[in-house]
C-alpha cells in the first residue's frame, strides 16, 4: 500500500516583524505543506510572501532581525533553533535575480561553492556537480563565466547550484521577473520536471500566474501578512482573482 506523503513544512500561528517596522510581515500563518507538492505562493506586493520564503530556509530569524512568534518545523526541524547552514541543506532558494547568487569565475565552480561548504569529499562534490549540471541541462555551460550567459541560463545555474546541495524543497522568488515569456517557460517546465525525477517539493513565488497555473496543484493567497486562500488552483482562482 502507498504511504501518505509526508509533511515537510508545517507552520502554526506564525508571525514575525521586522526591528522599526510598524506592523507584522506576517501573521497568524497557518500551513501545511507536503512532499512533492508543487505549491504557487501568490497575492499583491507587500503582502508577506517574500517574509515567509525567509522564515523556510531560516533567513528570518537568523539573519533579519525581528519579533517571532507561533512556530516553524521544516523536515521536522524547528527554524528558531537550526543555523541557517543547517536548514539550507533542506530548503535550496533561488533568488529573483540570478545574478546577485552567481559570483564564481565559472558556472561549474558556482555550482560546486555549496557543497565545498558542506565539507563533503571531492568525490562527492563531484558527483553532485555533474548530477545538478546533467539534470539542469548546464552542463554545455560549465567552463563559461555567469556573466556570459543569458538570463535563462542563470536561472538554469542557480537552480543546479541549489539541487548540488540536495535539498527537500526548493523556493523561487519570482524567478521569471527578468526573462521573456517563452524563456520563463522553460524554466518553469525544467522545475517541475525536476519535482517529478527527484520528488522535491516546490514552492513558486510569481505574479505571472499564467506561466505557473499548468504545473501548480495547488495556490496559496496571501493579503496584508496573511493567507487568505489555500486551496485548488482554478477554485480558488475565481474567489480571490480581485487580490492577483
Given at each position: 500500500?502507498?504511504?501518505?506523503?509526508?509533511?515537510?513544512?508545517?507552520?502554526?500561528?506564525?508571525?514575525?516583524?521586522?526591528?522599526?517596522?510598524?506592523?507584522?510581515?506576517?501573521?497568524?500563518?497557518?500551513?501545511?505543506?507536503?512532499?512533492?507538492?508543487?505549491?504557487?505562493?501568490?497575492?499583491?506586493?507587500?503582502?508577506?510572501?517574500?517574509?515567509?520564503?525567509?522564515?523556510?530556509?531560516?533567513?528570518?530569524?537568523?539573519?533579519?532581525?525581528?519579533?517571532?512568534?507561533?512556530?516553524?518545523?521544516?523536515?521536522?526541524?524547528?527554524?528558531?533553533?537550526?543555523?541557517?547552514?543547517?536548514?539550507?541543506?533542506?530548503?535550496?532558494?533561488?533568488?529573483?535575480?540570478?545574478?546577485?547568487?552567481?559570483?564564481?569565475?565559472?558556472?561549474?565552480?558556482?555550482?560546486?561553492?555549496?557543497?565545498?561548504?558542506?565539507?563533503?569529499?571531492?568525490?562527492?562534490?563531484?558527483?553532485?556537480?555533474?548530477?545538478?549540471?546533467?539534470?539542469?541541462?548546464?552542463?554545455?555551460?560549465?567552463?563559461?563565466?555567469?556573466?556570459?550567459?543569458?538570463?535563462?541560463?542563470?536561472?538554469?545555474?542557480?537552480?543546479?547550484?541549489?539541487?548540488?546541495?540536495?535539498?527537500?524543497?526548493?523556493?523561487?522568488?519570482?524567478?521569471?521577473?527578468?526573462?521573456?515569456?517563452?524563456?520563463?517557460?522553460?524554466?518553469?517546465?525544467a522545475t517541475d520536471d525536476l519535482r517529478r525525477e527527484l520528488g522535491l517539493t516546490i514552492v513558486v513565488v510569481e505574479h505571472r500566474l499564467d506561466l505557473v497555473a499548468r504545473y501548480a496543484e495547488r495556490i496559496v493567497v496571501m493579503d496584508a501578512g496573511k493567507i487568505v486562500a489555500d486551496g485548488d488552483l482554478e477554485e480558488t482562482l475565481d474567489e480571490k482573482f480581485d487580490l492577483l
Open positions: 500500500m502507498a504511504h501518505a506523503p509526508r509533511e515537510i513544512i508545517l507552520a502554526k500561528n506564525l508571525g514575525f516583524q521586522y526591528v522599526g517596522a510598524q506592523r507584522s510581515a506576517i501573521q497568524g500563518i497557518d500551513l501545511s505543506i507536503r512532499e512533492n507538492e508543487f505549491i504557487l505562493l501568490t497575492g499583491p506586493s507587500g503582502c508577506g510572501k517574500t517574509s515567509l520564503c525567509r522564515c523556510l530556509n531560516g533567513l528570518i530569524p537568523n539573519f533579519y532581525q525581528g519579533e517571532w512568534t507561533g512556530e516553524l518545523l521544516v523536515d521536522g526541524l524547528s527554524v528558531t533553533t537550526q543555523l541557517t547552514s543547517e536548514l539550507s541543506r533542506r530548503v535550496g532558494y533561488v533568488f529573483q535575480n540570478p545574478e546577485n547568487q552567481l559570483f564564481a569565475l565559472t558556472v561549474e565552480k558556482d555550482i560546486a561553492f555549496g557543497p565545498e561548504n558542506l565539507g563533503l569529499s571531492r568525490e562527492e562534490i563531484r558527483r553532485r556537480v555533474d548530477e545538478a549540471m546533467k539534470v539542469t541541462g548546464t552542463l554545455p555551460l560549465k567552463d563559461l563565466a555567469p556573466y556570459e550567459l543569458s538570463g535563462g541560463q542563470q536561472q538554469r545555474v542557480a537552480l543546479a547550484g541549489v539541487l548540488a546541495m540536495k535539498p527537500s524543497v526548493i523556493v523561487l522568488d519570482e524567478p521569471t521577473s527578468f526573462l521573456d515569456p517563452h524563456t520563463a517557460e522553460e524554466v518553469m517546465s
